[in-house]
C-alpha cells in the first residue's frame, strides 16, 4: 500500500511518502524553491518522494490532506461574528482567498496533481485527517510505543490548540481539547511578535534569549506576576484562557494590542533592528518559564488521563528544547519522544500514517528501530551530480578516500577551521543533524561569535548545538537518557567542564554573560550552562560518527559544534549547488560533499562574497 501525506497552504509545506507502512521520503517544499517556511503546494517535494520509490502519481493508493479546510473556514467565520464589528478589515482580507482558494481545496488540489505523470481522475483518492489527528499520528505512528500518552501543543488547527490523546496499537483516542482562541502555541508567538521576531520563525530566538534573563530577578518575578493576572490565566491542568482584550490574533492583523502591552508591560514593542535591552531578556525568560509550567501541568494531565508509562509529543510548541528538558526532568514519564519535524511538516508525514493505520486499519509493529531512520529522509546527490555542478561552478576540489577523508577533517576542525559538511539524504524538520551541517570546533572561545556574525549572519546571542558519539555523551553532559538523537532537548554539561564564575552571573548584563568563559567548550555552552544535545549513533549516521571520532583522536573530544548549513533566513542547503553557493558566500573554510573537498582558498574569486550571495527574507 503506497500512501502520499502532504502539508500546504499555511506554511512548512512538505510531501512524505508512505510504502506498506515504511516512511520511505520526506521533504519540505522550502528546500527546493529556497523559500522559508513556504505555503506553496510542495510539487517538488512531491516529485522527489516519488522519485525515490520509482512511483508516478497513478501508483499511489490515497493521498492524505494534513487538515480539514471546512472546519478551519468555520472556525474563521464563527471568529468573526463572535468579535464583529472588530476584525473587519482582517475579514476583508482573507475572505477572497478562502472564497477563491483554500475553500474548495479538494478541486485545487486535484489540479495541482494533473501536472504529474500518471495522474488519473477517476482513481485518484484524496483523503482530509484533521489536523490535531495529523501530528497526533505523526509522534505515536513512528515510536516503538505500544500504547502511549500523546500531547499536542500548537498555535491552531482547525479549532484545536491543545489535545491530549492515547494511542493504543493502530488508533487514537482524543480525550481532551483546548480550542481557540487560547493557546499556549499563540501566546508564546504573540511574546516572540512583542520581542522584534518573526511569528512563525522567530520563536526559537525568544527560546535561546530567555536564559539571558536574570534568574529570581524582581523584574523577572514582576514580568511572571503581570502575565498571569492579565494576559494568560494558567489553569491546574494545563489548560489556559487568554485575555483577548490585550490580543490582535483572533480578528487583526497582529499578534497582540501593542499600546495595551506597552501600558502593562512598561516596555515599548521591539522592532527587528533595534538593540536587545536587559528588559527584553527578563521577559523572554518570564514568557519562557510560564511556557514550561504549562507543559508539565498539561503533562500530568495527560499521565492521569491516561495512566501511560509513555509520552508522545508533537505541534510546535514541542520543538521548544528546553520545556521538554524540563518534562523529562520532572519524570511524569518513563519515556518521552518527541517527533523531530513537529510543526506543520511533519503533519505531512502525519496524515499518511493516519491514513495507513487508522483508515485502512493496518497494525502497527512495534520495533527496536528508529522508524524515521534518523529523519534523513531526504534527497541524497550521486558523485556524477556533484561533477557536474563542479563543472558548471569551475569549482577546485580534492577527491578524497574514507581512509582518509575523516582524519583529515578532523584535523582542518581542530586548528580552527570551519567545516560545510554535506553527506547523504538531508534531514526532514528544522535540525541538521549532521549531513547538512556547519560544523566547527567547540573548544574554541571565538566560533560561537565568529560563527553568528561571519557564517551565519545573526544575531550574536544565538547558542550553538554540540553533536556528541552517543557512547560518550554521559561523560560531557547530565544526560537523563541515553538518546537524544534529534537535538530536541537541552542538558547541562557536567560540573567538571565548568569554569568558575563570578557570585553575582546570574545578574550580569547580557552582553557581559555572552562573552564570559563558562566551560572547556565554551563554544556550545549556552549562558545558564545547558546544550541543546544531540548524540550521533554509528548504526543511523556512521559517516558523522566516524568523523567525531577522528576529532576524538586528536582532541580527547568527542564533540562537535553543529549548526545548520545555511544562513539567516534561507533555509538548510539541499543540494550541491546550494552547498557551494553558500560556501562562497560565506566565510566557511572547506566544503565536504560525500568525498569532495573544496577549500576556499583554492577557489576562483574566493575573496568576492558578494558574488555568491543571495538576498533571503529576514527570519
Known amino acids: 500500500m503506497k500512501i502520499l501525506g502532504i502539508s500546504a497552504y499555511y506554511h512548512d509545506s512538505a510531501a512524505a511518502l508512505l510504502v506498506n507502512g515504511e516512511i520511505i521520503a520526506a521533504a519540505q517544499e522550502e528546500r527546493f524553491t529556497r523559500v522559508k517556511h513556504t505555503e506553496a503546494f510542495p510539487i517538488n517535494a512531491i516529485t522527489f518522494c516519488l522519485n525515490q520509490a520509482q512511483l508516478n502519481i497513478g501508483d499511489i493508493d490515497a493521498v492524505v490532506f494534513y487538515d480539514k479546510p471546512f472546519l478551519k473556514f468555520e472556525r474563521l467565520l464563527e471568529t468573526y461574528m463572535a468579535f464583529a464589528p472588530k476584525g473587519f478589515r482582517a475579514f476583508l482580507?482573507?475572505?477572497?482567498?478562502?472564497?477563491?482558494?483554500?475553500?474548495?481545496?479538494?478541486?485545487r488540489i486535484k489540479k495541482e496533481f494533473e501536472q504529474l505523470n500518471g495522474f488519473n481522475k477517476q482513481t485518484f483518492k484524496l483523503l482530509f485527517t484533521e489536523h490535531h489527528l495529523s501530528h497526533a499520528a505523526s509522534t505515536f505512528f513512528p515510536s516503538n510505543f505500544k500504547s502511549a500518552a500523546i500531547l499536542n501543543i500548537d498555535g491552531v488547527g482547525e479549532w484545536c490548540t491543545t489535545s491530549i490523546g492515547i494511542g493504543t496499537e493502530?488508533?487514537?483516542?482524543?480525550?481532551k481539547e483546548q480550542h481557540f482562541p487560547h493557546s499556549v502555541g499563540l501566546l508564546y508567538s504573540a511574546f516572540t511578535y512583542y520581542l522584534g521576531f518573526k511569528v512563525n520563525s522567530g520563536e526559537y530566538k525568544l527560546m535561546g534569549l530567555a536564559p539571558y534573563g536574570q534568574k529570581n530577578s524582581p523584574e523577572v518575578n514582576n514580568y511572571i506576576n503581570i502575565i498571569k493576572t492579565h494576559l494568560v490565566d494558567v489553569k491546574d491542568d494545563g489548560s489556559v484562557f487568554l485575555n483577548q482584550q490585550y490580543y490582535n490574533y483572533a480578528v487583526g492583523l497582529t499578534m497582540a494590542n501593542d499600546k495595551k502591552w506597552e501600558n502593562l508591560l512598561r516596555l515599548k514593542k521591539r522592532n527587528d533592528h533595534e538593540d536587545i535591552t536587559q528588559q527584553h531578556c527578563n521577559l523572554a525568560l518570564a514568557i519562557q518559564l510560564i511556557t514550561e509550567e504549562i507543559v508539565i501541568k498539561l503533562?500530568?494531565?495527560?499521565?492521569?488521563?491516561?495512566?501511560?508509562?509513555?509520552?508522545?509529543?508533537?505541534?510546535?510548541?514541542a520543538l521548544n528544547?528546553?520545556?521538554?528538558?524540563?518534562?523529562?526532568?520532572?519524570?511524569?514519564f518513563k519515556n518521552i519522544y518527541v517527533q523531530p519535524a513537529a510543526g506543520d511538516a511533519g503533519g505531512a508525514l502525519g496524515s499518511a500514517l493516519a491514513a495507513y493505520y487508522i483508515y485502512f486499519n493496518q497494525p502497527k509493529p512495534v520495533k527496536d528501530n528508529d522508524a524515521l531512520k534518523g529523519s534523513f529522509l531526504g534527497p541524497q546527490f550521486m558523485d556524477s551530480e556533484i561533477e557536474e555542478m563542479c563543472s558548471k561552478n569551475k569549482a577546485v576540489f580534492e577527491k578524497i578516500p574514507d581512509e582518509y577523508l575523516y582524519k583529515k577533517i578532523a584535523e582542518l576542525i581542530s586548528e580552527g577551521n570551519i567545516v560545510g559538511w554535506f553527506q547523504g539524504k538531508m534531514e526532514f524538520g528544522p535540525r541538521a543533524l549532521g549531513n547538512r551541517s556547519i560544523l566547527a570546533d567547540p573548544r574554541n572561545e571565538d566560533m560561537q561569535k565568529k560563527l553568528n556574525l561571519k557564517i551565519k549572519f545573526r544575531e550574536g546571542f544565538r547558542p550553538f548545538a554540540p553533536s556528541v558519539l552517543e557512547e560518550k555523551a554521559h561523560l560531557f553532559f547530565e544526560m537523563k537518557s541515553e538518546k537524544l538523537p534529534?537535538?530536541?532537548?537541552?542538558?547541562?554539561?557536567?560540573?567538571?567542564?565548568?569554569?568558575?564564575?563570578?557570585?553575582n552571573y546570574d545578574q550580569l548584563s547580557m552582553w557581559d554573560k555572552l562573552y564570559y568563559k563558562r566551560s572547556k567548550l565554551p563554544a556550545i555552552t549556552h549562558v545558564d550552562f545547558s546544550a541543546r544535545v544531540q548524540?550521533?549513533?554509528?548504526?543511523?549516521?556512521?559517516?558523522?560518527?566516524?568523523?567525531?571520532?577522528?576529532?576524538?583522536?586528536?582532541?580527547?573530544?568527542?564533540?562537535?559544534?553543529?549548526?545548520?548549513?545555511?544562513?539567516?533566513?534561507?533555509?538548510?542547503?539541499?543540494?550541491?549547488?546550494?552547498?557551494?553557493?553558500?560556501?562562497?558566500?560565506?566565510?566557511i573554510d572547506v566544503l565536504i560533499i560525500n568525498n569532495f573537498v573544496f577549500l576556499k582558498t583554492k577557489q576562483a574569486h574566493h575573496t568576492d562574497k558578494q558574488k555568491w550571495q543571495t538576498q533571503f527574507e529576514k527570519d
Open 299 to 317: 503533562a500530568h494531565e495527560a499521565k492521569r488521563l491516561t495512566n501511560c508509562e509513555n509520552l508522545c509529543l508533537a505541534g510546535g510548541v
Open 535 to 587: 548524540t550521533v549513533s554509528k548504526q543511523t549516521n556512521p559517516r558523522f560518527h566516524q568523523l567525531i571520532t577522528e576529532f576524538e583522536n586528536l582532541t580527547n573530544t568527542p564533540v562537535l559544534i553543529n549548526t545548520s548549513f545555511n544562513v539567516r533566513g534561507e533555509p538548510i542547503v539541499c543540494s550541491p549547488n546550494d552547498a557551494y553557493r553558500c560556501f562562497m558566500a560565506t566565510d
Open 321 to 332: 528544547c528546553v520545556a521538554n528538558a524540563s518534562l523529562l526532568q520532572a519524570n511524569i
Open 170 to 175: 493502530n488508533q487514537i483516542e482524543f480525550l
Open 486 to 503: 534529534y537535538m530536541l532537548f537541552t542538558a547541562q554539561i557536567i560540573d567538571s567542564l565548568k569554569n568558575e564564575i563570578p557570585v
Open 93 to 107: 482580507k482573507s475572505m477572497p482567498v478562502w472564497l477563491n482558494d483554500k475553500l474548495f481545496l479538494k478541486y
